[in-house]
Every structure is written in structure tokens, then in C-alpha cells.
């Protein structure tokens, strides 16, 4: 494995050097730079109940910071501490501050790590570890006074700062960041080392409330928690821009805590509606304030909460979560010691909240519903003076979410022009910033209908089919799939049959008629392929979004009536299946890891073997087996192109998972447990890991953490399926649907599918390209359900769906944009359905049993619903052959049956 890790850092390198410096050489020369952060003066270390760390003696910034229980594992990048010695690269304990005196117009910056000296050790007494006078490191016309403590509280670490005016003016400090500089540097490292080496940090941007947490690659715990010390608001999350440690596939940035931020949106991020309202804090002659951040450890990512309450921290939790469609009765339960003093809402009239009981009376509950599309943020004061931040972005309903989705696919992004590319007619990527089709870009792929930057807009679309189909939409999507996709974007014929295309678009101007490109796009870059090479059968990730658009065909033709006129259905399942083995013959080399998408092997398998496809059934199986054999001998069987990824676990886990390889499948989870966060905050919530796919598939090309990308909605497959294993599991209910819903989130109100949105808060927007949005609606499409699930604090909560309670009755009215499968918790019932639509079920407490509610239209003349639960029979005693229930439906009529659950 770490032979192909290191093939794959070469690639990524490579692909990422088109776009920026050539990292390697930085690292070198950073070695020969002159070291000022004194390293080489030597380390001095301390202890606390819960950790051991270093400091580095000249700086007295933190060096390594290990958990006692676990001393072999550094949260800190210490071995790059020598390499990253310079000014310039931060540490954690440095800060940046922009301030400017009364009366002044500009804003001063001051940064301890821009031209580093020794900083003036003070002396230590009772619980401070270490102390220093930061004067020395900061310019000497700074009219602050900065002292730094490190103390040892009750067991847990805190960084503390004092920041004294002494200048005869009055002074306001309107930007106070403190740098989190966690070891998230996967620099020539294998899976397996980053995996048991390395860490991911996401924050909960929350104000007084706010917390960054630090989870280790393999999701193991002890995990890290950084937490307001006295009075520390996490009002923005900054990235370390100036850092010269080099960003790119390795490597995403580090960030800061910001205090206040008042200067840098008027400065830096001028137009960019932040998450926190901007502050800044006024400083008298002599006036002093004091921040701090306070460190400790929770056993696992599930018990962050628990560690938060125990902590006496504001806590939220958003039922079912921060994406709030208008038709969803959103529930929101606070704890914290001190009483609610008020609750706003911004922008006014965004939402609506109503208190009420929770059944824990710890809590406090409120009833929400979003009543204004697009973001809203909810201010909660605390009669103690805390404030906390809670966000939400307020959708459509989602049934309205595809409508609008599908009807902007098929009308903007419909292309039905004569082409030189034969691109035509397609679903083509799209520009929204310019409201205009991508018929041109100096990566290929992009306007080439292939790789995820260009197949997913028509992938998106014909995903879009299998939730909710529109005859008009399909017509025009059995034109693509009949004259573009195949024979096009696939080979027809000869030795590379059902071999996918990277791209259609190529640039190969001396074959071509003048004029054919554009004069304004840089074309000399190593992503305009030629045709030779824009035709090449070898990146196996493009073979699933093809696979996945004849399964759905194959759907929509077996399942309806009158959907489907270009083909029978078995044509578009032997397709599928063709196209899967293609895979594997043609692109040999990427296919021996998980693909995105790649979970539609799987529904492909089980459709063949429902068919009676026995023989296609068993290949199929039998090739998938041997790259599931691969999987379970790797520690962490998750490559790519690049060196490290979060979108070859989906697949991983759903064959692991098919095949009982149980302990791969439990490490799989754990990895992506450790990128799925759950905040309340509707962009960071459930969004997978994701920072350098702005540079293939953005318009806005940098590294970047990335909201809701399409390793949102794929990674919570495996997690909704691990949850449906343990439906105890809250925690993965909650971070498995907010990544679902993730691939809503990012939508326009008219139904533009971005790439994703950007969180460096010079931004804050999606991007304007389409890019490789489809892989992410896929997740959902083949994802969307609905839960019911009692939790002894909360009560009964619903998940895709509005709960009414009547005595022992409890009904879950579906609000999902398929309203095509359903779980029922208590007793482990999961009922789902191809055609038809399932409009609510009503599950009783004491006889254990289910009635399901179903609805056709003039396409659905029956439903065939599948149903998973142990030891169930129907009302009349029958046990349904195979678990499938067929249900004639007459129009639009609603039909029920009865289930009794043991």
C-alpha cells in the first residue's frame, strides 16, 4: 500500500504543481531559511492531569502536545517544528491583533510570528505552567502590553493572554485571532501513517458557545477539544493565508480563532456576509482585558457533547439538524446552567421558534420552523451574559427543491446546439455568476461531460429521476443517454466497448477549424488534454456516474409505465452491468480502490439477482469480491489519485458490509466519523473533508475547505446503513442525514446545483460553477428516507418527517423529496419502495405494529414495497414472500397495510 500511496502522491503533486508552486521544493528550501523560533535552544516540558506537553523555550509557543493516556499520539506538528522555524509560521500560541487609536482611520496589524525574538520569561507561581512578556516578538510602536500564561486547571490545559493598553490613547482592537495549529500536514505519508499520525480540526463557529474539535484520522479517541476560556468568542474561523508551510492535496491550511472581527470584514472580507455579526473592543489608557482558550480530551467523537455539558458549555442540538426545509417542524433542545434570557432571529422573520416541554426538563426544547429561504442565524442570550450562535439554512421544501432543481438541469443547463464536440444534446456545466453554459475551460473535463467536474450536471439529473421523476425531463434525458452518453461520452464499439471517456472537449487546435477556441482562456496548462488523451478509457471514477445513469433508466422503465420509450428495461441494466465490469477490465490500475458512487455496484448487484440474472449476478460478485479481498487486507484501503481522500469509504464499507467483513466496515466507519463532524451550524454539519476540489471543479480555484461537497451526502450512505444496523446510535442518525441533506443545502432558490460553498470568510457563497455537484445528489438520491426514533431526554423525534402524537399512536408524516423509504426505530422496520410514495406511517406503542400509507400517480399502477424487519408478519398473519408487498395503486388514491413487528 505504501508503494501505491506514494505513486498517488506523485500524481496528486503533480496535478496540484499546474496550480501552484512546486510544494516539494518549498519544504526544501524551508529547511535552509533562517530559524527564529530558537528550536535549537531546546524544548522545555510540562505536565497536567490530562496531558504532557512541550514549549519551546525561546517562544514559549507549544511544541508537542500529547494525551497522557495516550503519549505515543502528537495533536501538534512536531516534526516539522525545526522546518517550520521561521518567522512567519505560526504556532500555536502565537496571535495576531489589528487595532488602530482613537481617531485613527487605518487599521494597524501586528503578528508575534512576523519577526520572531525571544520572548521575556516571567515568573511562574501556583497553577501557571509557564509565562512570558510577548512585547519582544510584537513591533515596538504596538501600544499593547501582551502577557501569555500557561496554566494547569483542574486537570485541563489553558492558553491565556493579557492585553494591556498602554499608550496615552484610547485604542480599539478590532481583530484578535489566535492561530490552531493541530497536525493536519499528510506531506509524504502513507494511508496507514496519516491515518494513525495525523488529525482533522472543525470548528463550531458559535460565539461564547463555539469550539474547535480536533479528531484523530483513524476516529479513535481521545478526542481534542478546544473551548472559550472566560471571555473568548469563536466569532469567525480565519485561514492562516500567510502561513509559508505549502498548501495543497497534503496539506489544507491552518486556521485561526477569531475574537473579534470588526477590522477584517471592513478590510478584508468587505462583502461577504459573515456567520457573527463583526465586533470590536475598546481599550482605555491602561484598561487591560484577558482572553483564553481552555484544552481538554472526550474518550470519542460521540461523547463531545457529554464532554461540553460536563464543561458547564452552551449545548445544541438541532432535530434533524441545521438544513431546515419550511415543511419540516424543526425541534431545538439548549442545555446550559444559567437560564435563557432571549433568542433572536437573523434575518428578522427567517424563522420562527415556540418553547416547549422536552421530555428531560435539563433541556430546554423549542419547536422551529424556517419561514424565509437561505441562511438564518438564531442569537441565544443567557442571563449570565453568554451568547451563543446557532445556524441554519432554511430550503424549500424538498419535493420543491428537486422540482426547481430538475426544471433548471433540463431548460439553463439543457445544451441541444449543433457541436463540434458531439456533446449535444446534454446537460452541460454551468457558470452562475455569468448565467451561462461552460462550453469552454482550460480543464477539459469541465466542459467535456466526464470526471465528476463534467458529468455532474447531467448525472445530477438523471439522479434526479429516480426521487422524482418528470416525463418531460426524462424525454429529454433518454435523448442524452441514446445519442451523447452512449456512443459518446462511451465507446459503442471495438476493443474499448463500454469504455467511459474522461472527456468529449478537447484542445487539439491544429485539427480543428479556426476560431474554434476562445483567445481569453489560457490553454497551456497539462489539464487542456488532447484528444488522445481526453479519449482514454483509464480513470475508473468516471465509470459510475455512467453505471448509475443506466440503473436509474433501468428503474424508471421496470418500476413505471410510460416513462421510458427509447429501450426496455433490460437494456438499461445489462448496460449498467457492462459498464461495471468495464471498470475493472479498462481502468484496472484506480479500480482496486472505492470509487464515488461506488455503492451503486452494489443496488446494481441485488437489482441482477431480483431479476433472476443469476449468471451476470455471480460476475458481477465475484469481480467486486476481489477488490473487497484487496480492502480487508489494508489497514486503510481508502487511495485515490490523491494521497489521502473521503470518497473512497463510501464504497469501502457498503462491500464490507455486503460481504461481512465486519471489522473493515467498523474501520471505515470510524475514519469517516473522524471528517463527518456534527455542529450546529448548518455548513460544517455533517460536510465531509473535502479542500482541493475548488481547483478542478470551482471556479473560484484555491485550497480551501469546501461546505457540503459532494463527500457530504456520499459519506453518509455508509452512515445511514451503520445506523440502521444500531439504531440506538443517535449520534449517526444526526451526522448521517445532515450529510444527506448536505446536497440540498447548496442549492438556489431557482435550482442552481453549485460545486460547494466556500468557507474562507472573504467569501462565504457557493461557487459559481456546477462542477462536480452530481456526484453529491447522488448520495442523496439513493439515500433520501425518513426515521422515527424515541430518545429517553427528547422524546419522539422525526427525521424526514413531521412526529404527531396521539396517546400510544405515534404517526411520522413524510416530508422527504421521495417520500420512498422509511425506518421505524423501536422496532428496527425499514420499508421502502421503487414506485409509488410513502406518505406516513403510524407506528403503535403496544401492539409493535405499522401502518404505511401509500400514493401512486397515473405512472405507478402498483408499488412493490420491500420491507426489513425481524419476525414481522402482516394484520391478516401473512408473511409477504421475498419481503415484498405489492400494492395496486389507482391514481392518486391511498392505499394501507399493517404490519405487527415482534
Not at 484598561?287 to 455539558?309: A, N
Amino acid at each position: 500500500m505504501s508503494k501505491n500511496v506514494s505513486i498517488h502522491f506523485a500524481v496528486a503533486l503533480s496535478i496540484f504543481l499546474s496550480f501552484s508552486l512546486d510544494a516539494q521544493t518549498i519544504w526544501e528550501q524551508m529547511e535552509k531559511q533562517p530559524q527564529t523560533l530558537g528550536v535549537a535552544n531546546g524544548l522545555e516540558y510540562y505536565e497536567t492531569a490530562a496531558f504532557k506537553l512541550g514549549l519551546v523555550k525561546d517562544s514559549q509557543t507549544l511544541a508537542s502536545l500529547k494525551a497522557k493516556q495516550d503519549s505515543t499520539f502528537d495533536f501538534t506538528p512536531f516534526e516539522h517544528l525545526e522546518k517550520r522555524g521561521g518567522d512567519h509560521f505560526y504556532q500555536l500560541g502565537d496571535l495576531n491583533i489589528r487595532l488602530r487609536k482613537s481617531g485613527q482611520e487605518p487599521w494597524l496589524s501586528y503578528a508575534s510570528a512576523a519577526e520572531r525574538k525571544p520572548v521575556e520569561a516571567l515568573e511562574e507561581s501556583g497553577e501557571v505552567l509557564a509565562a512570558a512578556d510577548m512585547s519582544t516578538t510584537f513591533p515596538e510602536d504596538m501600544p499593547l502590553e501582551v502577557h501569555r500564561f500557561w496554566d494547569s486547571k483542574d486537570g485541563a490545559l489553558v492558553l491565556r493572554f493579557t492585553l494591556e493598553n498602554t499608550s496615552p490613547d484610547e485604542v480599539e482592537v478590532g481583530g484578535l485571532g489566535i492561530p490552531m495549529i493541530f497536525d493536519n500536514i499528510l506531506h509524504q505519508k502513507s494511508l496507514e501513517e496519516a491515518h494513525h499520525q495525523k488529525v482533522f480540526f472543525d470548528p463550531y463557529i458559535g460565539m461564547d458557545a463555539g469550539y474547535l474539535q480536533v479528531n484523530r484520522l483513524d476516529g479513535k479517541g481521545p478526542v481534542l477539544l478546544v473551548m472559550p476560556f472566560g471571555e473568548t468568542p469563536f466569532e469567525a474561523y480565519s485561514p492562516l493565508l500567510d502561513d509559508p508551510t505549502p498548501k495543497g492535496v497534503t496539506f489544507e491550511g491552518f486556521h485561526e480563532w477569531q475574537v473579534f472581527t470588526k477590522a477584517l470584514a471592513e478590510e478584508d472580507w468587505q462583502g461577504a456576509d459573515q456567520w457573527n455579526q463583526p465586533r470590536s473592543k475598546m481599550l482605555r489608557p491602561g484598561e487591560s482585558m484577558d482572553i483564553g482558550l481552555k484544552f481538554v480530551l472526550t474518550d470519542e467523537v460521540r461523547t463531545i457533547e457529554e464532554k461540553l455539558i460536563e464543561e458547564q458549555r452552551p449545548v445544541a442540538v438541532g432535530i434533524p439538524g441545521y438544513v431546515l426545509p419550511m415543511d419540516v417542524e424543526g425541534k431545538l433542545f439548549l442545555k446550559y446552567p444559567n437560564e435563557i434570557a432571549s433568542i433572536d432571529v437573523f434575518p428578522e422573520g427567517a424563522m420562527s421558534l415556540e418553547k416547549h416541554l422536552a421530555k428531560d426538563g435539563s433541556w430546554d426544547a423549542f419547536k422551529v420552523k424556517g419561514k424565509k429561504w437561505g441562511r438564518a442565524r438564531l442569537t441565544v442570550a443567557y442571563k449570565d451574559g453568554t451568547i451563543q450562535t446557532i445556524h441554519y439554512k432554511v430550503i424549500k421544501p424538498e419535493s420543491e427543491v428537486l422540482d426547481d432543481m430538475g426544471s433548471f438541469l433540463t431548460h439553463q443547463q439543457w445544451y441541444d446546439k449543433e457541436d463540434l464536440f458531439d456533446r449535444s444534446p446534454s446537460v452541460i456545466s454551468y457558470d452562475y455568476e455569468d448565467q451561462k453554459k461552460v462550453l469552454q475551460d482550460s480543464r477539459a473535463w469541465i466542459a467535456g461531460l466526464s470526471d465528476e467536474g463534467g458529468a455532474g450536471s447531467w448525472l445530477a439529473a438523471i439522479m434526479k429521476q429516480l426521487v422524482a421523476p418528470n416525463p418531460q425531463e426524462i424525454a429529454q434525458l433518454e435523448e442524452f443517454v441514446h445519442q451523447t452518453l452512449w456512443g459518446g461520452i462511451q465507446y459503442a464499439s471495438g476493443d474499448r466497448k463500454y469504455g467511459v471517456k474522461k472527456s468529449l472537449f478537447y484542445y487539439e487546435p491544429d485539427s480543428m477549424p479556426a476560431g474554434t477556441y476562445r483567445d481569453d482562456i489560457n490553454y497551456n496548462t497539462w489539464a487542456a488534454w488532447s484528444k488522445k488523451d481526453a479519449y482514454t478509457t483509464g480513470r475508473s471514477y468516471n465509470y459510475p456516474h455512467v453505471t448509475a445513469a443506466y440503473w436509474v433508466m433501468f428503474r424508471l422503465a421496470k418500476e413505471y409505465e410510460g416513462l421510458v420509450d427509447e429501450a426496455k428495461w433490460d437494456w438499461y441494466l445489462d448496460q449498467a452491468f457492462e459498464t461495471a465490469l468495464a471498470m475493472v477490465e479498462q481502468a484496472p490500475h484506480y479500480a482496486q480502490f472505492g470509487q464515488m458512487e461506488g455503492s451503486v455496484f452494489v443496488y446494481l448487484l441485488r437489482d441482477l439477482q431480483e431479476e433472476g440474472w443469476s449468471a451476470k449476478a455471480s460476475t458481477l460478485e465475484e469481480t467486486m469480491r476481489k477488490r473487497a479481498d484487496i480492502w480487508e487486507s489494508l489497514a486503510y484501503p481508502f487511495g485515490s489519485e490523491m494521497p489521502w481522500d473521503s470518497t473512497g469509504q463510501e464504497e469501502v464499507y457498503m462491500w464490507s458490509d455486503y460481504f461481512g467483513f465486519d471489522r473493515k466496515a467498523k474501520v471505515t466507519l470510524n475514519a469517516i466519523l473522524a471528517y463527518l463532524p456534527t455542529v450546529p451550524h448548518w455548513g460544517y454539519n455533517g460536510s465531509a473533508r473535502r479542500y482541493w476540489d475548488f481547483l478542478y471543479g470551482g471556479k473560484i480555484s484555491r485550497i480551501e475547505r469546501q461546505l457540503h461537497h459532494y463527500g457530504s451526502a456520499l459519506n453518509a450512505i455508509p452512515v445511514l446503513k451503520a445506523y440502521r444496523d444500531s439504531p440506538d446510535d443517535l449520534y449517526l442518525l444526526r451526522v448521517g442525514h445532515a450529510g444527506m441533506m448536505g446536497a440540498l443545502s447548496n442549492i438556489t432558490e431557482d435550482g442552481f446545483g453549485p460545486a460547494a460553498f466556500h468557507s474562507f470568510p472573504s467569501t462565504l457563497k457557493i461557487d459559481p460553477l456546477s462542477g462536480d455537484y452530481g456526484s453529491g445528489f447522488y448520495g442523496y438520491a439513493v439515500n433520501t428516507s425518513a426515521y422515527l426514533y424515541h430518545d429517553k431526554r427528547f422524546g419522539w423525534l422525526g427525521f424526514g418527517g413531521n412526529v404527531e402524537e396521539d396517546r400510544k399512536l405515534i404517526t411520522l408524516n413524510l416530508t422527504t423529496g421521495a417520500r420512498n423509504a422509511v425506518f421505524i426505530a423501536p422496532v428496527k422496520a425499514w420499508v421502502t419502495t421503487k414506485s409509488g410514495e410513502i406518505t406516513k406511517v403510524s407506528y403503535d406503542q403496544e401492539t409493535k405494529s405499522i401502518t404505511v400509507s401509500v400514493i401512486g400517480n397515473q405512472f405507478t399502477p402498483a408499488a412493490n414495497i420491500h420491507i426489513e424487519a425481524a419476525g414481522y408478519q402482516l394484520a391478516d398473519g401473512q408473511v409477504p414472500t421475498d419481503g415484498v408487498i405489492t400494492l395496486p395503486l389507482e391514481g392518486k388514491s391511498t392505499k394501507q397495510f399493517r404490519l405487527v413487528v415482534e
